[in-house]
């Protein structure tokens, strides 16, 4: 399974971040990062890859710590999303004001409490 962070198109993510409120994507809260799982329009294009996007608010700092934020998560969303292969999902990762208090080993409990709320919700469905 392909990992793919960057080089999205504005017209892609401006998509998925429009229909996060949709009745086929998922929402989870963590204590330092919000993660949405949204369907892809079309999952046949995307069969071996799985797409992340990053957002993160100027409000959480200068942009020295937000791209030492956005490293950390492009990490993490690399180990861990790619283990749980759901293909024909587009995830997007919301960072909270607080993020800055929080370090890699907290971030990467956060993000997978998420993905293990996202992969109980999915087997009911």
């Known amino acids: 399974m392909n990992y793919a962070h960057s080089k999205h198109k504005k017209k892609e993510f401006s998509f998925a971040f429009k229909n996060r409120l949709a009745p086929d994507s998922l ?3 963590g ?3 919000s993660l949405y799982a ?3 329009r079309e999952p046949e294009k995307y069969i071996h890859v799985i797409r992340v996007g990053l957002a993160i608010s100027k409000k959480v700092g200068k942009a020295a710590k937000r791209n030492k934020i956005k490293r950390q998560l492009r990490m993490l969303a690399k180990v861990s ?3 749980i292969s759901n293909v024909g999902y587009y995830y997007i ?3 909270h004001k607080n993020i800055m208090q929080a370090g890699y080993k907290n971030l990467q409990k ?4 998420c993905l293990k709320k ?5 087997n009911f469905h």
């Open 118 to 122: 996202d992969k109980i919700r999915r």
């Open 27 to 29: 929402f989870y809260r």
């Open 93 to 95: 990762i919301l960072t």
């Open 81 to 83: 999303i790619s283990n």
């Open 110 to 113: 956060d993000l997978n409490i």
């Open 38 to 40: 949204i369907k892809e």
């Open 31 to 33: 204590v330092y990062i």
